[in-house]
């Protein structure tokens, strides 16, 4: 079973920047597609960014791009989500996922999961 443990959230003004963090429990990181979803309070999960397996191609959703940056560490079992620029709405419990196959924005297309971390920016 893939273990995924966020880390980074926090609380951050407008205009701040924050970078979360993803440390995977396997010695075959390099195999899995990762993504990043959010949930903010009464909303439904939804699909923020993602990165292939060797980092050189990634997929963001509308409103991050420009903005968020996802990149990993196939060395170190890690994936990264570089947030500039963050907005209140921006809010949200951040989830790193991970699966097999090719790129997915598909919650359900993804069998593992963290345990999330929280962001708060504040106006």
């Known amino acids: 079973q893939l273990e995924l443990v966020e880390s980074g959230g926090g609380l951050v003004q407008a205009g701040g920047s924050l970078t979360l963090s993803c440390a995977a429990s396997t010695r075959t990181f390099g195999a899995y597609v990762m993504g990043w979803f959010r949930q903010a309070p009464g909303k439904e999960r939804e699909f923020v960014a993602a990165?292939?397996?060797?980092?050189?191609?990634?997929l963001y959703t509308t409103s991050v791009k420009g903005r968020f940056t996802v990149t990993r560490d196939n060395a170190k079992n890690t994936v990264y989500l570089q947030m500039n620029s963050l907005k209140p709405e921006d809010t949200a419990v951040y989830y790193c996922?991970?699966?097999?196959?090719?790129?997915?924005?598909?919650?359900?297309?993804?069998?593992?999961w963290g345990q999330g971390t929280q962001v708060t920016v504040s106006l």
């Open positions: 990165i292939n397996r060797n980092g050189g191609d990634t």
């Open positions: 996922a991970a699966r097999l196959m090719g790129f997915s924005e598909r919650e359900g297309d993804f069998p593992s």
